[in-house]
């Protein structure tokens, strides 16, 4: 069954559901869980985990009424152009839009690095050096090729996409349930010291990196016209997702601190498998570098479909090029918005590992920027829009919001000059710059002229 955007709505709940968590999991619980415990101790990581969870869990709650409201194709571009207009919209989905790029591309990069750990003589002919770590033509082709594929596999359907998240899903589980079985086996809560590193300082610094690993559920609003479910249960499924990754996130820095003293999680490259191994010996190992491998495809499938479908409401509104708004005639997908996103996931090898913080902190900041901007759009909508028929209505109304605002406010301040977390220049501000300037001449030079001609005729 077509939509009004020439797009199939084929997904079920299980679909929908694999597919937010699968996003929002990815490769953080591998990558990430040690740098969190590092920066805020065990504990200290937790409550970071567990705040940035709250709010998070807040903004979500947002996106299940406005979801549930509009189920429309391109999920933020909807909301914010109702509430903001054309400007605030494009800056919205623009931001959202590098996020899923970011993710996209943090994934051709941490694939090979998985590979690299279960084959370690995988990469031998080194193309140059970038800050000190160095790039290797294997590493950097399968990084290419498996994001070809990935976009490949988009291209052909959603529906096939979904089933190989929903798959992929079920090994991470049991991951997942592997490490909780270790912490009974094996955990020790004498190697949890520190449980505090530097103090709120410290517990912020642990903050910053959080949002990359929560963003994901906003998939859902982008894909949302293409579930077949009720507005309703989209908004569920929204929440429930949120829920479920802030106590897996949780579960899993409980087994690395547990599992690990803090000599070994300090000399780990990878904490999440180290913990494994501790627990299981080279076996458990293994299957965590396989799931962490599960875990790169999950998150990479997602934001490619999440990215491309906001780049395809945009394209749809006159706002980038009308290329990026092109159906595929057999599969009924944006193949031409897939395709980009795609080329970038083929050029992010060539960075090498030290770029993956830097498309986590870039990332981390647009997204805030997102966030505030979607909260302020449920805001407007919820003053000037009260009979708006919502499914699902967030409990809080305006409160909530005032709340939204302010949590994004200061999740975005971690990221500015002299904050804990602040993005480092050159590279990660070269970024948000570079995504920006090119976002400001689509804008400039494709929706204002077309906006202008628009307002001509009707004059």
């Not at 591998?30 to 937790?46: D, E, N, T």
């Not at 106590?247 to 547990?258: D, G, K, P, R, T």
Request: glycine fraction near 12%; hydrophobic fraction near 55%; include cysteine.
């Amino acid at each position: 069954m077509k939509t009004k955007h020439g797009l199939k709505r084929n997904l079920k709940k299980l679909d929908t559901l694999a597919l937010s968590f699968g996003a929002m999991i990815g490769w953080s619980w591998v990558a990430l869980i040690i740098g969190i415990i590092g920066r805020g101790g065990s504990v200290g990581g937790i409550i970071a985990t567990l705040v940035v969870g709250i709010i998070i869990l807040a903004i979500g709650l947002v996106y299940a009424e406005l979801a549930s409201a509009m189920p429309d194709v391109g999920g933020e571009h909807v909301y914010s152009k109702r509430a903001l207009g054309g400007l605030g919209s494009f800056i919205c989905t623009w931001s959202i839009v590098f996020v899923y790029v970011a993710v996209c591309a943090f994934e051709a990069v941490a694939l090979p690095s998985v590979l690299s750990g279960l084959f370690p003589n995988l990469g031998d002919t080194p193309l140059w050096s970038i800050n000190g770590a160095d790039v290797y033509l294997e590493l950097a082709v399968i990084g290419a090729v498996t994001s070809a594929l990935i976009t490949w596999v988009n291209i052909r359907g959603l529906k096939l996409a979904a089933i190989i998240q929903t798959i992929v899903v079920g090994v991470i589980l049991l991951a997942g349930l592997m490490l909780i079985i270790g912490i009974g086996d094996s955990g020790k809560v004498s190697n949890m010291e520190p449980l505090f590193v530097g103090g709120a300082t410290g517990i912020l610094a642990a903050m910053a990196l959080v949002p990359f690993m929560m963003t994901g559920f906003d998939v859902i609003p982008q894909a949302a016209e293409e579930i077949n479910l009720p507005p309703r249960k989209i908004g569920t499924l929204l929440v429930a997702s949120i829920v479920f990754a802030v106590a897996w996130y949780i579960m899993i820095e409980l087994a690395v601190s547990s599992l690990l003293t803090s000599q070994t999680r300090e000399t780990a490259a990878l904490g999440t498998i180290a913990a494994a191994e501790a627990a299981f010996g080279e076996k458990g190992r293994i299957f965590l570098l396989i799931a962490g491998l599960a875990g790169i495809l999950t998150s990479w499938n997602s934001f490619l479909i999440g990215g491309s479908r906001a780049i395809y409401a945009m394209a749809q509104d006159g706002m980038l090029p009308d290329f990026l708004a092109k159906v595929h005639p057999k599969y009924q997908t944006p193949s031409n918005a897939i395709l980009f996103i795609g080329f970038i996931g083929v050029l992010a090898p060539l960075l090498g590992r030290t770029s993956l913080v830097w498309f986590v902190d870039a990332g981390s900041f647009s997204l805030m920027i997102a966030y505030l901007l979607v909260v302020v759009s449920f805001i407007i909508l919820r003053k000037n829009e009260p009979e708006m028929e919502r499914p699902f209505k967030a409990t809080g109304g305006l409160w909530l919001g005032g709340f939204g605002v302010i949590a994004s406010l200061g999740m975005a301040s971690l990221y500015l000059p002299g904050m804990p977390a602040a993005l480092v220049w050159p590279q990660e501000w070269l970024m948000v710059l570079a995504w920006f300037t090119l976002g400001a001449l689509s804008y400039q030079f494709v929706y204002l002229p077309q906006k202008n001609k628009v307002f001509d005729i009707t004059d």
